[in-house]
Protein backbone atom coordinates (compact mmCIF):
# COMPACT_ATOMS: atom_id res chain seq x y z
CA UNK A 1 0.00 0.00 0.00
CA UNK A 2 2.80 1.99 0.10
CA UNK A 3 3.99 2.37 -3.34
CA UNK A 4 3.01 4.97 -5.85
CA UNK A 5 0.55 3.98 -7.95
CA UNK A 6 3.19 4.45 -10.94
CA UNK A 7 5.26 1.84 -8.87
CA UNK A 8 2.11 -0.66 -8.19
CA UNK A 9 1.33 -0.39 -12.54
CA UNK A 10 5.47 -1.18 -12.68
CA UNK A 11 5.58 -4.04 -9.93
CA UNK A 12 1.95 -5.38 -11.64
CA UNK A 13 1.90 -4.76 -15.29
CA UNK A 14 -1.90 -2.65 -14.33
CA UNK A 15 -2.66 -0.38 -12.13
CA UNK A 16 -3.99 -1.75 -8.69
CA UNK A 17 -6.14 0.33 -6.32
CA UNK A 18 -6.00 -0.81 -2.69
CA UNK A 19 -8.99 -3.20 -3.26
CA UNK A 20 -6.87 -5.36 -6.33
CA UNK A 21 -4.10 -4.91 -3.63
CA UNK A 22 -7.01 -6.70 -1.20
CA UNK A 23 -7.53 -9.61 -3.72
CA UNK A 24 -3.82 -10.33 -4.75
CA UNK A 25 -3.09 -10.47 -0.80
CA UNK A 26 -6.00 -12.98 -0.52
CA UNK A 27 -4.93 -14.82 -2.48
CA UNK A 28 -1.34 -15.72 -1.65
CA UNK A 29 -1.31 -19.24 0.03
CA UNK A 30 0.85 -18.74 3.05
CA UNK A 31 1.55 -22.68 3.35
CA UNK A 32 2.53 -22.93 -0.59
CA UNK A 33 3.62 -19.94 -1.82
CA UNK A 34 7.09 -18.11 -0.89
CA UNK A 35 7.03 -14.63 0.85
CA UNK A 36 9.88 -13.14 1.40
CA UNK A 37 10.89 -9.52 2.96
CA UNK A 38 13.82 -7.26 3.77
CA UNK A 39 14.15 -4.64 6.32
CA UNK A 40 16.82 -1.90 6.65
CA UNK A 41 18.67 -1.24 9.60
CA UNK A 42 16.22 0.71 11.59
CA UNK A 43 13.53 -2.69 10.84
CA UNK A 44 11.61 -1.04 8.41
CA UNK A 45 10.15 -3.13 5.44
CA UNK A 46 11.93 -1.82 2.44
CA UNK A 47 11.15 -4.90 -0.11
CA UNK A 48 8.66 -7.96 -0.06
CA UNK A 49 8.44 -10.81 -3.09
CA UNK A 50 6.20 -13.41 -3.49
CA UNK A 51 6.88 -16.64 -5.65
CA UNK A 52 4.15 -19.38 -6.02
CA UNK A 53 5.42 -22.46 -7.40
CA UNK A 54 3.05 -23.62 -10.12
CA UNK A 55 3.81 -27.10 -12.04
CA UNK A 56 7.76 -26.59 -11.02
CA UNK A 57 8.09 -23.05 -12.22
CA UNK A 58 8.48 -20.32 -9.83
CA UNK A 59 7.31 -17.41 -10.28
CA UNK A 60 8.68 -14.46 -8.97
CA UNK A 61 7.27 -11.03 -8.00
CA UNK A 62 9.12 -8.26 -6.30
CA UNK A 63 8.37 -4.48 -4.87
CA UNK A 64 11.04 -2.24 -3.25
CA UNK A 65 10.45 0.81 -2.00
CA UNK A 66 11.89 4.12 -2.49
CA UNK A 67 14.15 3.81 0.30
CA UNK A 68 15.58 0.62 -0.72
CA UNK A 69 16.36 0.95 -3.76
CA UNK A 70 19.77 1.14 -5.73
CA UNK A 71 20.97 -0.45 -2.48
CA UNK A 72 20.71 -4.45 -4.06
CA UNK A 73 17.28 -5.35 -1.99
CA UNK A 74 15.79 -6.72 -4.87
CA UNK A 75 18.84 -8.84 -6.42
CA UNK A 76 19.42 -10.28 -2.80
CA UNK A 77 15.25 -11.08 -2.82
CA UNK A 78 15.97 -12.38 -5.96
CA UNK A 79 18.75 -14.23 -4.95
CA UNK A 80 17.13 -15.97 -1.92
CA UNK A 81 13.61 -16.75 -4.11
CA UNK A 82 15.76 -18.54 -6.65
CA UNK A 83 17.49 -20.48 -3.53
CA UNK A 84 14.06 -21.51 -2.21
CA UNK A 85 12.95 -22.60 -5.69
CA UNK A 86 15.85 -24.69 -6.11
CA UNK A 87 15.27 -26.25 -2.34
CA UNK A 88 11.36 -26.90 -3.65
CA UNK A 89 12.60 -28.81 -6.98
CA UNK A 90 11.44 -26.02 -9.21
CA UNK A 91 12.35 -26.54 -12.74
CA UNK A 92 12.28 -22.59 -13.70
CA UNK A 93 12.48 -19.73 -12.20
CA UNK A 94 11.06 -16.79 -14.12
CA UNK A 95 9.58 -12.95 -13.94
CA UNK A 96 8.24 -10.69 -16.37
CA UNK A 97 8.52 -7.29 -16.41
CA UNK A 98 7.75 -4.28 -18.82
CA UNK A 99 11.65 -3.25 -21.12
CA UNK A 100 11.37 0.39 -19.36
CA UNK A 101 12.22 -1.58 -15.77
CA UNK A 102 16.08 -1.29 -15.57
CA UNK A 103 15.44 -2.78 -11.81
CA UNK A 104 14.36 -6.05 -13.01
CA UNK A 105 16.64 -6.15 -15.94
CA UNK A 106 19.57 -5.82 -13.81
CA UNK A 107 18.69 -8.45 -11.55
CA UNK A 108 17.87 -10.71 -14.54
CA UNK A 109 21.47 -9.89 -15.69
CA UNK A 110 22.81 -9.95 -12.66
CA UNK A 111 21.14 -13.86 -12.67
CA UNK A 112 22.13 -15.12 -15.70
CA UNK A 113 18.24 -15.36 -16.88
CA UNK A 114 17.77 -15.91 -20.75
CA UNK A 115 15.46 -12.59 -21.86
CA UNK A 116 12.77 -12.68 -24.83
CA UNK A 117 11.59 -9.56 -25.45
CA UNK A 118 7.99 -9.36 -26.89
CA UNK A 119 6.68 -5.46 -27.69
CA UNK A 120 7.38 -3.94 -24.47
CA UNK A 121 7.14 -7.28 -22.25
CA UNK A 122 10.11 -8.67 -21.36
CA UNK A 123 10.49 -12.26 -20.27
CA UNK A 124 13.46 -13.77 -17.64
CA UNK A 125 13.58 -17.42 -17.67
CA UNK A 126 16.27 -19.77 -15.61
CA UNK A 127 16.01 -23.46 -16.34
CA UNK A 128 17.11 -24.85 -12.68
CA UNK A 129 19.12 -28.27 -12.43
CA UNK A 130 18.88 -30.71 -9.81
CA UNK A 131 21.96 -32.77 -8.78
CA UNK A 132 20.09 -36.43 -9.33
CA UNK A 133 19.65 -38.88 -5.99
CA UNK A 134 21.27 -41.64 -5.97
CA UNK A 135 21.00 -44.90 -3.62
CA UNK A 136 24.79 -46.01 -3.21
Request: proline letters at 2%.
Given at each position: MALSAEDRRTRFGSERNAEGLGRYVNRIDFERHWVLGATATCGELVGV????????????????????????????LATQALAEAQRAGAR?????????????????????????????????????????????
Amino acid sequence: MALSAEDRRTRFGSERNAEGLGRYVNRIDFERHWVLGATATCGELVGVAHMPIDRGVGEFGVSVNPRGRRRGVGLALATQALAEAQRAGAREFRFDYSSSNEAMRRIAVALDMKLTRRGSEVSARLPLQHAAVTNQ
